[in-house]
């Protein structure tokens, strides 16, 4: 038996749940969309974003010991010195406090990799910068200069640049997300729209 050899009532019956199921349809595509969505702006907003503050915090302490301890070069009143040496290792702790909060948070190989580049020229720097340290507190301020220009500026140099390598990968998974994010969006949107268009009978 055809669909037009129905009667009105039957036909109008199986109109109705076709109408009633392409909805069910549009509801359940936009519920699985959200979903995903959800999902990815949760992933952005409590892992992706908090990693790169830590790496601005590491990057801003590291800018902060570099200023101090120019600082400690070029002051010759002792209590200053002191203040300002006693600021960089209280940096120099504060960095190693936000690295090793952010290390196990790290679950991607190139993460992990560029990670280990950090901690890498973090090993390097710090002796160095503790020696020049010791040297400024041994009233040797002339070996000191010779250790900032010669191998303490290219050691936090070293340093700096992983960070921001380490950090710009965590921008690019954000912008990935984003753009992730909007192709599901687009998609979402032109299936609802397809099936909605399907709820209208050409009648």
């Known amino acids: 038996m055809t669909l ?3 009667k009105i009532g039957p036909r109008l019956g199986l109109a109705f749940a076709a109408i009633v199921l392409a909805a069910a349809l ?3 595509v936009g519920i699985s969309r959200l979903s995903r969505l959800t999902e990815s702006l949760s992933l952005i907003g ?3 974003i908090p ?3 830590k790496l601005i915090e590491i990057n801003d302490g590291v800018n ?4 101090e301890l120019r600082n400690a070069l070029i002051w010759d009143d002792p209590a200053k010195v002191k203040g300002a040496l006693d600021e960089v290792l209280k940096t120099r702790e504060e960095i190693s406090t936000t690295l090793d909060a952010l290390t196990p948070t790290l679950q991607s190989d190139e993460g992990r990799r560029r990670l280990a580049e950090v901690v890498a020229a973090r090993q390097a720097y ?3 910068q503790q020696a020049f340290i010791d040297l400024l507190s041994a009233g040797k301020k002339a070996e000191a200069e010779t250790v900032l220009s010669e191998r303490l500026r290219p050691a936090q140099l070293n340093y700096i640049t992983t960070l921001d390598k380490l950090r710009g990968l965590q921008v ?3 912008d990935a997300a984003v753009r992730e994010g909007e192709a599901d969006y687009a998609s979402a949107r032109l299936l609802m729209f397809s099936l909605l ?3 209208m009978p050409a009648w």
């Open 4 to 6: 037009n050899n129905l």
């Open 26 to 28: 549009v509801v359940a």
């Open 46 to 48: 409590s892992d992706r």
């Open 51 to 53: 990693k790169v503050h």
């Open 64 to 67: 902060l010991i570099a200023r």
């Open 126 to 128: 710090v002796p160095v």
């Open 172 to 174: 690019e998974l954000i």
């Open 197 to 199: 268009a399907a709820t």
